[in-house]
């Protein structure tokens, strides 16, 4: 459950220094409604809270109700991640039916809609995964001067070889003539190569750079 107290929340100072009650609410929803769509799939954007999801979040705020915003997924954690939202009912001290909204949609859908069992996310920790996917990572340069056989080893991210010898080589069995250069292209912010690159520098030089 998400606690939209907006008066006791000491690290997000726009849900507090707003001018009035409704420009804290609104700083509050339209922030969480971005952390939330963030959670997503692999942290793809394209699960934000619709704008219009967000209104209906504002109007309860706005009319005295209460609310929980949770997210989840259905199938039992394999299907589709909905936003879950439930609605305090202050006239009959209850919960409302709570409704489910897709990505992209703004008509949240019955919980007989969704493939049981449904699983509920913890959303500090979908956080803590976010922020440990997008923290920097430190990388290690490395650079060969070589002459004869080797392997570039696994798990480099990205890398080069030039032939500065008389003669040609080889990389991964491909010839590589002398002065030529060949590229190892990035692979990406957290791949790497999996196997080996094996060279051959026999009667000529290689430089090798390679980050880790």
């Not at 259905?74 to 409704?99: A, C, F, K």
């Not at 890398?159 to 030529?180: C, E, R």
Request: hydrophobic share 40%; with cysteine.
């Amino acid at each position: 459950m998400i606690d939209f107290d907006v008066d006791n929340v000491a690290n997000q100072p726009a849900w507090t220094s707003g001018a009035t009650i409704l420009d804290r609410c609104m700083a509050a929803v339209m922030d969480i409604g971005v952390w939330l769509g963030t959670c997503c799939a692999g942290g793809s954007t394209a699960g934000l809270a619709t704008e219009s999801t967000l209104q209906q979040v504002l109007m309860a705020i706005q009319n005295g109700q209460d609310f929980e915003a949770k997210l989840v997924v259905d199938d039992n954690g394999d299907g589709d991640t909905y936003l879950e939202i439930r609605i305090w009912n202050p006239d009959t001290q209850t919960w409302e039916t709570p409704l489910y909204y897709t990505a992209g949609s703004n008509v949240g859908v019955p919980a007989g809609s969704l493939t049981a069992p449904i699983i509920y996310l913890n959303p500090t920790a979908v956080l803590n995964t976010i922020a440990g996917n997008t923290a920097g990572a430190t990388n290690t340069f490395n650079v060969l001067n070589v002459s004869g056989a080797g392997n570039i080893p696994a798990g480099i991210k990205v890398g080069s070889v030039l032939n500065v010898g008389g003669a040609a080589g080889t990389l991964d069995g491909v010839s590589i003539p002398a002065g030529a250069s060949v590229p190892i292209p990035h692979t990406g912010k957290n791949d790497t190569y999996g196997a080996v690159i094996p060279y051959d520098a026999s009667g000529t030089v290689f430089i090798i750079q390679y980050t880790t």
